[in-house]
């Protein structure tokens, strides 16, 4: 009983790649929808009413991407009505809307994608590469912070001591730049005692390994291969021209043929596996405790 | 053979014509606790990294140290890595990665030790550690005490036989310190893990100890049981350093063996002395009609859902006193004196610095010449390369200073010792000539000599009108110098004293001697307090 987010993150990180893929390089805007439907529908799943604020924000956002082709791109054949001059068609219109649909549905991919890739997972990923740029990584991880706190805490101490004065902009600057000039000298001090630490601890004695928390088991390995095989379908009816889909100068027909259908269906289930996963967890889980 | 053995080590550093130490020769057996000791810069850190290859600074070495009778340069790379640990003094500045289960692993995997072993090791120590709950959280979030332990634990995921510690507990509070401390006794006891350790704090180190060393300019000048050597102990600075228990034994030249825990002292005591004077008379302490800073039912907490951490406080500091503020960690204390420096702001409640309201302040001009603040981490209030360019820059003459910084002023200011940074930290302070001063944990990292001297440097400025209040863990030091202690509890404060009520009244949170005097004087709370009751008394044999 795991959540989608507790799978290994390669496993993880590959659907996430598998169920933009399509999604970016075919217009068909049935897939384009199944994409969105699955994108907000898994970031609900996850953060339930949280940041709603956000969809507001992003839902303007889906509102002027559409508008825009309409009001740029005159191509068409059915004209809606005329604006200085310029028809504004329905073509343009839904190819707008379409597009606004591709963008949005690839931004929610993208907000669950960085929920859940967290540093460590992305160092255990990038780690099998190179030890050493999985160290790197993480190196970098715990600094940033600790050097922005550390700017903090130097502004303050200043502050207090009545030596910063930020009555105006001249004096804020001069005032950060001399702080920023000790925090880097801070840092470069601060290296040399992490490095005595590295290399007491045997940093450089031979070849690193990489270890890591996560770990490669059965029901990853499932779902890497169900989300592969799902992928694999969808490429083939793209390869095969049974989902494309035009706008101009008319729209075309969707098509229905056996490989069209076979691809979006895949699509579907690729789209909502990590939805479905997230929530028979919380159905199950629930059961448990009735039960109990 | 000898598990450790240093044969005439000399160190000299490059451009120096007096070694940094200087013909050192002793023995440690295995599982044997050893403590070096000694005044800042007395050689015992450049001692210390010898010990460790990997370390080595530049310098003209002569001498050898054998590691089961092979020269450490001779040890093999893995074998130096790994069964020699080096814990260092600062806690943050050691953690390399930003979790806590990869600073675990992080020795191993230089090693190239296999995936399987490092996480059954890794889970190992982190459950002999008890941080096994933090295994997956960033080193971020971890307190000082946690990060330390941290330290020691990714050191002994790689199973060492020696494990060096150069002040390892400097930069904790004394709680998170004596766990620090206990955590060394068991790896000492269970395991027979060899201990060479540099404290000043020894209060508890002390009575762990198998052999003492004390250091002074570069060799050592005694070394042997703690019971043996402390009693042969001549210098003032060095001796400020040890156990209450033994200060008094010493100063009262007591006879038989020296006691180093509160228990030993205590049976010294009842067993020598007899106590007809219980009590230090005391003159009424009266304190100026004004208040400096006033808190007034002041409410805060840092975000909305987080609880108050600030709780009604309501205190008054009168112009003229050095007040010392304890408490716990997480009691609200530092808290309380960024509020009253005006870095946060409280959301309920008055704070009122010299009888006007904060806000009344526009403009910084509570900074200028009225109030100034000195925070925990020194460091941060440098900004130039060498110390005559802070004070120049603070504008302020090294004349003006009420101490002297002549033999610092070219070097940069993080060269300097823990004691030294906190007296050129002050120098810039003392540029603005702030009436009332707020100190957050001054005494943090200091040897016991620097502690005293900036007490003095304190007290002095109490003496010429500045107002000085202090937050602080170290009840010694608020023994020796507040004029009253406050106790900070669950933001507020909940009982206050001049030094001897406040300490005598207090049962846990009180000074050694306090402890070790208990029901046998009143409100003897420093080791001049009994040492002078325990005269006045005379000995328990005289009148047989």
Not at chain 2, 27 to 49: D, H, I, P, Y
Not at chain 2, 287 to 301: C, E, I, N, Q
């Amino acid at each position: 009983m795991r959540s989608f987010s507790e799978f290994n993150p390669a496993v993880v990180f590959l659907y996430f790649m598998f169920v933009t893929g399509p999604a970016m390089f075919c217009s068909n805007p049935v897939i384009l929808v199944l994409s969105l439907a699955g994108a907000v529908t898994f970031f609900l799943v996850r953060n339930g009413s949280a940041h709603l604020k956000s969809h507001l924000g992003f839902f303007l956002l889906f509102v002027i991407l559409a508008l825009i082709n309409p009001l740029i791109s005159h191509n068409g054949v059915t004209v809606l009505f005329v604006l200085n001059n310029n028809p504004v068609t329905l073509e343009a219109l839904l190819y707008g809307i379409n597009s606004a649909v591709m963008v949005i549905a690839a931004l929610y991919w993208l907000r669950s994608l960085t929920q859940i890739m967290t540093g460590d997972r992305l160092m255990y990923i990038f780690g099998r590469f190179s030890p050493k740029l999985a160290l790197l990584i993480s190196m970098t991880l715990r600094f940033v912070p600790l050097f922005s706190r550390q700017t903090a805490k130097t502004r303050n101490a200043q502050k207090a001591l009545g030596l910063y004065k930020d009555d105006n902009i001249i004096d804020t600057i001069l005032g950060d730049m001399r702080v920023y000039s000790i925090v880097i000298t801070w840092a470069l001090e601060n290296g040399i005692i992490t490095a005595d630490s590295m290399s007491a601890r045997g940093y450089g004695t031979g070849r690193r390994t990489s270890f890591s928390v996560f770990r490669m088991g059965l029901r990853d390995v499932i779902l890497l291969i169900v989300t592969g095989a799902l992928f694999a379908v969808c490429c083939i009816a793209a390869a095969q021209g049974s989902l494309k889909f035009g706008f101009y100068p008319a729209l075309s027909r969707l098509q229905t043929d056996s490989t069209a259908l076979a691809g979006i269906i895949c699509y579907g289930v690729l789209a909502f596996l990590p939805s479905v996963i997230d929530m028979e967890v919380n159905i199950r889980w629930n059961l448990l405790r009735s039960r109990a | 053979m000898e598990f450790i053995k240093v044969e005439s080590l000399s160190f000299t550093y490059p451009e120096c014509t007096a070694p940094a130490v200087d013909s050192v020769s002793f023995a440690a057996e295995q599982g044997s606790f050893n403590v070096l000791c000694g005044a800042t810069g007395c050689g015992k850190s450049t001692l210390l990294r010898l010990f460790k290859r990997e370390l080595e600074v530049r310098g003209e070495r002569s001498g050898r140290i054998l590691y089961r009778g092979t020269p450490t340069d001779k040890l093999e790379t893995k074998v130096s890595a790994s069964r020699i640990g080096f814990v260092m003094q600062d806690p943050e500045q050691q953690i390399v990665t930003d979790k806590v289960w990869h600073e675990l692993a992080f020795g191993l995997e230089s090693l190239g030790t296999p995936q399987d072993v490092i996480a059954r090791r890794t889970a190992e120590m982190a459950s002999y550690f008890g941080i096994g709950s933090l295994y997956e959280k960033n080193t971020a979030e971890l307190s000082g005490g946690q990060k330390q332990l941290l330290n020691l634990a990714a050191v002994m995921v790689m199973q060492p036989e020696l494990l060096i510690l150069d002040e390892p507990t400097a930069q904790l509070d004394p709680v998170a310190a004596s766990d620090f401390i206990s955590t060394l006794k068991k790896l000492n006891d269970d395991f027979g893990l060899t201990i060479m350790i540099a404290e000043h704090r020894l209060e508890e180190v002390i009575p762990l100890c198998s052999q003492l060393l004390i250091m002074e300019r570069g060799r050592i000048i005694l070394s042997g049981s703690p019971r043996d050597v402390i009693p042969r102990i001549t210098d003032a600075d060095i001796m400020s350093g040890m156990p209450s228990a033994a200060r008094l034994f010493s100063s009262l030249d007591g006879r038989g063996a020296c006691p180093v825990t509160v228990r030993e002292g205590r049976d010294f005591l009842t067993g020598s002395y007899r106590n007809s004077a219980r009590k230090i008379e005391e003159n009424e302490y009266t304190h100026s009609p004004d208040t400096a800073l006033g808190f007034k039912d002041v409410y805060f907490r840092y975000s909305k859902e987080s609880p108050d951490v600030l709780n009604g406080l309501s205190f008054s500091i009168y112009t003229g006193e050095l007040v010392c503020i304890l408490g716990g960690n997480g009691s609200g204390k530092t808290t309380s004196l960024c509020t009253a420096a005006g870095l946060l702001r409280a959301y309920s409640g008055t704070v009122r610095v010299f009888g006007r309201k904060l806000k009344e302040y526009r403009n910084q001009s509570l900074y200028r010449g009225c109030l100034a603040m000195l925070p925990q981490d020194v460091k941060t209030v440098f900004l130039k390369n060498t110390v005559r360019e802070e004070l120049a820059d603070a504008g302020i003459a090294p004349e003006e200073l009420p101490f002297s910084l002549d033999d610092v002023l070219e070097r940069h200011p993080y060269d300097l010792s823990g004691g030294q940074q906190q007296l050129a930290a002050l120098a810039k302070v003392l540029a603005v000539k702030p009436r009332l001063l707020l100190l957050d944990e001054p005494t943090k990292a200091l040897d016991p000599a620097a502690k005293l001297n900036i007490g003095r440097v304190l007290r002095k400025l109490r003496d010429e009108g500045m107002t000085i209040a202090i937050v602080t863990h170290d009840v010694e030091f608020a023994a020796l110098f507040a004029d009253r202690c406050m106790m900070f509890f669950n933001g507020k404060i909940v009982s206050e004293g001049t030094p001897r009520s406040f300490f005598a009244d207090n049962s846990f949170y009180t000074t050694a001697i306090s402890r070790m005097t208990r029901g046998f004087f009143d409100n003897a709370v420093t080791v001049t307090d009994a040492a002078e009751l325990c005269r006045r008394n005379g000995a328990a044999d005289d009148t047989d």
